[in-house]
Structures are given as structure tokens and as C-alpha cells.
């Protein structure tokens, strides 16, 4: 840069160069009248720089980039700097080298301005003279391969600007090489020039949304802890959300700015969740995260930012609107997620941020729209509908208002399609953003002058994941427009109740109109029948829990993502996160279930059959009833002689409850059960699980053998009670002589007890009652 400073102003003026060349042509004449054999080529090479196509292929072998220009929208008694760097590409030295300052003519209207931009090559009849004298810079030799920088300082007046509209401004190098040796315009760069040096009359109205939608990154996941701690798939959103990443500047620069925010409530959700623990994946495990600061900061700037702007929220998670409408309406269910979304991102936006949202706006992939789009955003409550002209094409000589009706109360608000890409680009090479802040400042410019008496309303919708350089280009070209000379900023409200053009088309494209790329973009049916699955089996779930929502609103959200946008052209990764999602789920499901159970065996005619059920949850379960059913009724009957019988099922978290059936039988043999869990409104919760009860009825002759032993039992008893009886008596016969030794003799006795009498067994019979346990002769 210093090295181009230094020659700034030496360099011959263009009528002194023309002498020059002149001079050297008509003193080669005689040298050239000698040589009558040789071909007359090297006097067409001689004069090649005057043809437009030998400078056209020479203005390709160095780059030209333009770093910087300032101001961007000068006005009179300005001085236009502009810096840059040129690049030989080719392998020849460039030698000779010097940098000129080129002004097209005043370009008449936005596609003469997006003609002019796709133009290649050199050509001095549009690209205009150079400026010369003082405004040349010199440029040392530049080998292959080889840069150098340059600064070029231009008063405006110098420029030989005329009325107010949109000029091409060109900055070449040019110069000569080994294989060339003549002057010429190696490379060139071109770039637009806004001229308005006093406010117009009428000025457009520019709104412009600024998005804070990212990917992502929150699982189904939650702790089994009372706070629930969320489980994040990573941590590099902490990297957007850092001073100097994606989201950072996003809030920054727009804080600053006049737009109007577009929200996904799941972003400020997924932040708020990382402001106090979470835990990260890794692997097979998780990991502590460590980025509640972060999160905070950025929460606190966004809250500050968005007081007093207009709030537009999309539905939660930002759903896929094409991709609902062209595949995901084939599966039933889908649609009906979108209300809730809506209903959510309101209550959502209002808790975080403080502030009151619209939430009556969809906003599908680019703007791109057909009829069923369209239904699939009114049937989430928007009425409407934010389009892109490239998609709702005018055929008109001007730019009309954004907002237009397109039936049934929607309103269409289509936005610029060439304002809204100017930024697509990568902005991160200085040159590249320099051309597009130029480009979008010129067709404000140029929408203004179209019909300079009537104000007209537009509306910039980017990229809705603009990178960090993308967003600071914006913010650059915006920062501009700040002087109001030919706009001033608006809002996405007031946009919409702008007056439509009657001549502005209200006709929605067809279904065959809309973008083949972005049709091979969007989410395949499959992830709507998992999205199907996962939902059948949260309904399934939700109904037995005694605190549901700790399940309900951890899935339900992340079966919001799994509609995003941010999953476009990601099928994979896609796919990979709704399996992730329905695997967690029936994870949890399986933590209520039956216990397996063995083979049993049914001796007599009635018995009970127990079943047990296990929660392995930290919450209770109700709402359960235990379905027991009998394969072969005819051997083996449930309470009461049912084939099927139910009971209901209740345990709290961490418990099992053993549940007990009666069964009586009726024939002998293997008789498979079957127990199965079962919501209360009749659906099947779980595996089913069989068992084979074997039936051993008791019959009429094993009673008989029973009988017969405990007859030979009784008699084998009396016969030894008997035995012991007459053994007794004859012992007291023995002893009777010596007795009656001693005795009086005589036929009679005072005792009352005949010697020979043996001595009573029982006591004195009583007329009482026998008493408890006792035994009674009869």
C-alpha cells in the first residue's frame, strides 16, 4: 500500500501516452516497409490493446480486489478512498504496472445494474476512459503469483458525476508482460456507485428481518433429578453464542440496527436450558457442561437488544412448511404438530425475552411458495405468509409494495429477492463484501428512482443462518441507508399493512414451479413416519404417568426439531437424531414392565396366580390394568371362570406390585397364560409375556388311596390301644391272690370296690359341654 502511495501521481497523463504510442508506431513504419516478406502480425500486435477482445482476455490475468470503499454512498465534497490488493495469476512478470480509476455510465434501472454485474473482460466503451493524471497509481513489478496493495483517493467532483442515480465504477491495473509487450488492461473490477447527493422527495420504506435461528443441538434427554437436567447432543453452540461467533454478533450488530427480529423460540429455549446444568454427550456417557456464563451474557444482550423492535416468533423448532406440505401431510398426524408450535413459541418468546411476539407469520425455505405451502402455513395459524419475488414473480417496470392479498384472508408479504441475496455470498474476502454492500446500496437506490413520486414499501428477508461476515456486511450496508437520504427503515407489521399495487401479482406459483434444489432439499418421508412413531408411543406413554409433563414436554419439543429447516440437506443426521429420540423413549417405556415369569404347576382345583409388575421410573404409574388371559378356558378359568380377566395396576416410582390372580381347573394337562399390560382406554402397553401353568387336578381315586391309608392309620392305632388295654388286665389278675391273703374272708365286704373289679380309665362322665380341643366319646 505504501509502495503505491509513493508513485501516486508520476505517471504520464493518458494524452501524453497516446502521443507516445504514436510516435513509436510511425517511426517503425520505415522498418516495417523493409521487411516486405514478413507477415503483417506483429503490427496488428502492436495496436492490440486498441481491439475490446485482446483486452477483454488480457483484463483476466490479474485479480482486482476492492478491500475497501468509503464512503459508500459519498455526496459532494466528499473524497472517495478506495483500497484494495492486485493479484497476479498468470507466471510472466507484470511490469510496467499501474492502477486507473474507470466511471461507467449512469445505469437506468436494476437490470441494467444486475446486467452490468455479470459482465467479464474489459471493454472502454462501457466501462469508460480512465480517469488518469493525478489519480493513476503507479505499482512496482509484480511477479507470478505475486500481490500488492493500493489506495486510490478520489474527490467526488472529480468523478464527472451528473444527475442522481447508479454509476459503474471500475478500478483496472494494467501494464505489460514478456510474452505481451505492450500496455494493456490486465484486470479489472467493477463496482457500483449510488449517487444522491440531496434527499429525495419520497423515500422507500426498507424492512429488513434479522434471524436468530441456529441447529440442533438439545436432545429428548433429561436427568431423572427434580430439575431435570437437559442432555445437549454437543456444546458448539457455546461457540456461536461467544463473544466474536455467529450468534454473538447476530444480537450485537443488531442491537444497533433498525429491523425486525425473526426468533425460533427452540434457540432462546435451548440457550435458557444451557444457563444452568446440563450435561454434554460423550460417547456413551455425558459430560458436565461448563458454558452457563456464556449463555447468560448472551440471553441478557439479546433481552436489552430487542426492547422497543418488533418480535416475529416462528413456530417452535422452525418446521420445514415446504417439507410438511410436499411429504410429510402423506403421513396422518404431522400437520397437527404445528398449533401446538405456534402456541408454544408465543408463551416462549413472552417468558425469555420479555416481550410480546407476532406469531400470525410463516416463513418457508427461501420464500419459495405453492398452494400447499400455503395451506400448511395457515393450518399453523399464520395468515401470513413471508414470500420472495423470485418465487412470486412480477412482470412489472418497477418494484411494487411487498404486502398483497392471495385469498382466503392470507396475505403474501414478498420480499426482494435481489436484496435479500446480496449477502448469500462468503463475505469473509474483503473484496467480495466491498462488491455486495455496493450492489445493495445501488438497488435501494435505483428502487427509489423507478417512480420517484410514489414511495414504495420493501422487504429483505437473508439467509436465515447468515455467517459471522455475512452479518457484518449487512450491518455494514445498512449502516448506510442510516442517512435516509433515498429510504428509511420500517418494520415487518407496518410492511404488511402497506397499500398493495394493484398491478403486483397475487398469483401463488404451482406445485411444478417450485425449485427442483430445493425440493431434493427437504426432509424424506421417513423422518415423518418416525416422527409418527415417536409420537404414538409418547401418547401411549403419557397416559399411565402420575407426572407426566417431566416426559411430555422434553419429547413433544424434541419432536418439534425434528421438523426444523436446519435439517436440509442433512438427511442423515437427521434421521440419525429422530432414532435417537424414539430409542430414549422406548427406554423409558421399558422401565414398566412385567417380570418374567416361570412355569408353574396347579395342584387341586383352585389356586392363585401371581404377576408381577416392575417401575423402575422415579414417578408413580396408574392408569395400567394387568391383562391375564387363558389359552385352553375348558382346563383352566380365570376369577371366577373367565378365559380373560383384568385387574388394575398402581405403583409408585421404583417399585414392583405383585398382582394376583384366582384360577380355578377343570381338566388336567399344560394350559398357556398369557399376561399383557394395557392402558385404561384399551391400548397395549409393553410386551405381551407367557407362561404354561400345568394343571394337576386331585381325583376321586387318589382320594379313595388317601382315604384307605388313613383308615389303616386309625385301625393300626386302636388295634395298639387294645393291645396295651389287655396287657394292663392281666397284670392286675396276677396280683390278685396275695391280695386275698391278706383280706377278710367271707362272701361280703364293707368296700365299696370289689377286689376284683379292674381299676376305671375315664374319670366320671360329665354333663357339660366338652371344652375346646378336647375329645369327646360318643
Not at 434457540?267 to 461448563?290: C, F, I, N, P, Q
Not at 445493495?440 to 414499501?457: D, I, M, W
Not at 382346563?635 to 380373560?644: M, T
Request: hydrophobic content about 40%; overall charge neutral; proline content about 7%.
Amino acid at each position: 500500500m505504501a509502495e503505491a502511495a509513493d508513485f501516486q501521481g508520476t505517471d504520464p497523463s493518458p494524452a501524453r501516452r497516446w502521443l507516445r504510442r504514436a510516435a513509436a508506431v510511425v517511426a517503425a513504419v520505415p522498418l516495417l516497409a523493409g521487411l516486405v516478406h514478413l507477415p503483417a502480425a506483429p503490427v496488428a500486435s502492436a495496436v492490440a490493446p486498441a481491439t475490446s477482445t485482446a483486452a477483454s482476455a488480457g483484463s483476466r490475468t490479474v485479480d482486482v480486489s476492492l478491500d475497501t470503499l468509503a464512503p459508500g454512498a459519498p455526496v459532494k465534497g466528499d473524497t472517495l478512498t478506495i483500497t484494495g490488493t492486485v493479484t497476479n495469476k498468470g507466471r510472466e512478470t507484470v511490469s510496467r504496472a499501474h492502477i486507473d480509476v474507470h466511471l461507467g455510465s449512469r445505469l437506468s434501472s436494476r437490470g441494467a445494474i444486475e446486467d452490468a454485474a455479470r459482465r467479464t473482460g474489459f471493454s472502454q466503451g462501457r466501462d469508460g476512459r480512465p480517469l488518469g493524471g493525478a489519480y493513476t497509481v503507479k505499482v512496482a513489478n509484480i511477479p507470478g503469483g505475486g500481490s500488492r496493495e493500493f489506495t486510490l483517493a478520489v474527490p467526488v467532483e472529480k468523478l464527472g458525476l451528473d444527475d442522481e442515480g447508479v454509476y459503474q465504477l471500475g478500478v483496472s491495473l494494467s501494464g505489460m508482460t514478456t510474452s505481451d509487450p505492450y500496455e494493456q488492461v490486465l484486470g479489472i473490477e467493477r463496482t457500483f456507485l449510488p449517487w444522491q447527493p440531496a434527499a429525495a422527495k419520497s423515500r422507500t420504506q426498507v424492512t429488513v428481518l434479522w434471524p436468530l435461528i441456529s441447529s440442533v443441538y438439545l436432545s429428548a434427554e433429561t436427568g431423572s433429578d427434580d430439575q431435570q437436567t437437559p442432555v445437549f447432543e454437543n456444546d458448539r453452540l457455546a461457540a456461536e453464542l461467544a463473544p466474536g461467533g455467529r450468534l454473538e454478533r447476530m444480537v450485537t450488530l443488531g442491537a444497533e440496527l433498525p429491523v425486525t427480529w425473526v426468533v425460533d423460540p427452540d434457540l432462546l429455549a435451548t440457550v435458557e436450558a444451557m444457563t444452568r446444568d446440563y450435561r454434554v454427550r460423550s460417547g456413551d456417557t455425558t459430560v458436565e457442561g461448563k458454558n452457563q456464563a456464556v449463555a447468560k451474557r448472551w440471553l441478557n444482550a439479546l433481552d436489552k437488544a430487542v426492547q422497543g423492535d418488533k418480535v416475529i416468533a416462528l413456530p417452535f423448532g422452525d418446521p420445514d412448511l415446504a417439507s410438511l406440505a410436499h411429504r410429510g401431510k402423506r403421513v396422518s398426524g404431522s400437520l397437527s404438530h404445528l398449533r401446538p408450535a405456534t402456541e408454544l413459541a408465543e408463551s416462549t418468546v413472552e417468558t425469555i425475552l420479555h416481550v410480546k411476539p407476532s406469531v400470525d407469520f410463516a416463513w418457508p425455505v427461501d420464500g419459495a411458495v405453492d398452494p400447499s405451502i400455503v395451506d400448511v402455513a395457515t393450518s399453523a395459524g399464520a395468515d401470513k405468509v413471508i414470500s420472495r419475488s423470485d418465487s412470486m414473480r412480477e412482470d412489472l417496470p418497477y418494484t411494487p409494495n411487498a404486502a398483497r392479498p392471495i385469498g382466503g384472508g392470507t396475505t403474501a408479504v414478498v420480499s426482494d429477492a435481489t436484496l435479500s441475496t446480496a449477502f448469500e455470498g462468503d463475505m469473509a474476502r474483503a473484496g467480495d463484501s466491498t462488491v455486495a454492500i455496493q450492489k445493495f446500496l445501488s438497488h435501494t437506490l435505483a428502487v427509489a428512482l423507478e417512480r420517484p413520486g410514489n414511495a414504495r414499501s420493501v422487504v429483505i428477508a437473508p439467509q436465515r443462518m447468515p455467517t459471522v461476515s455475512q452479518a457484518e456486511s449487512m450491518a455494514s450496508a445498512l449502516r448506510v441507508l442510516g442517512a435516509q437520504r433515498w429510504s428509511q427503515p420500517s418494520d415487518l407489521l407496518t410492511a404488511t399493512t402497506a397499500k398493495p399495487d394493484p398491478k403486483a401479482t397475487t398469483h401463488v406459483p404451482s406445485a411444478g414451479k417450485y425449485p427442483k434444489e430445493l425440493r431434493r432439499e427437504e426432509l424424506p418421508e421417513t423422518a415423518f413416519r418416525q416422527l409418527k412413531t415417536t409420537q404414538d408411543t409418547l401418547d401411549n406413554f403419557k397416559v399411565i404417568l402420575t407426572a407426566a409433563y417431566r416426559v411430555v414436554t422434553p419429547f413433544g419439543n424434541a419432536i418439534s426439531r425434528e421438523m426444523s429447516t436446519s435439517w436440509r440437506g442433512r438427511p442423515q443426521e437427521a434421521g440419525d437424531y429422530g432414532r435417537a429420540v424414539q430409542a430414549h423413549l422406548e427406554s423409558l417405556t421399558d422401565e414398566v414392565k412385567l417380570i418374567e415369569k416361570s412355569d408353574l404347576t396347579l395342584s387341586g382345583r383352585s389356586a392363585t396366580i401371581p404377576v408381577t409388575v416392575q417401575n423402575k421410573l422415579v414417578q408413580g404409574v396408574d392408569h395400567l390394568v394387568l391383562r391375564l388371559e387363558s389359552t385352553k378356558p375348558t382346563r383352566l378359568k380365570l376369577n371366577g371362570g373367565e378365559a380373560i380377566t383384568e385387574l388394575p395396576v398402581r405403583i409408585d416410582g421404583g417399585h414392583s406390585q405383585s398382582v394376583k390372580f384366582t384360577a380355578s381347573a377343570n381338566a388336567n394337562g399344560p394350559v398357556p397364560v398369557t399376561a399383557q399390560l394395557f392402558t385404561e382406554d384399551g391400548r397395549r402397553y409393553g410386551r405381551p409375556m407367557t407362561f404354561t401353568v400345568k394343571v394337576s387336578e386331585i381325583t376321586s381315586t387318589v382320594m379313595l388311596v388317601i382315604a384307605g391309608g388313613v383308615l389303616l392309620l386309625v385301625l393300626a392305632g386302636v388295634r395298639m390301644y387294645s393291645q396295651r388295654k389287655r396287657a394292663a388286665a392281666r397284670k392286675g389278675d396276677a396280683d390278685a391272690p396275695e391280695e386275698a391273703d391278706s383280706s377278710p374272708s367271707g362272701p361280703e365286704s364293707d368296700d365299696p370296690v370289689q377286689p376284683s373289679d379292674p381299676v376305671p380309665d375315664t374319670g366320671p362322665q360329665s354333663a357339660d359341654p366338652s371344652g375346646p380341643g378336647e375329645k369327646v366319646d360318643r
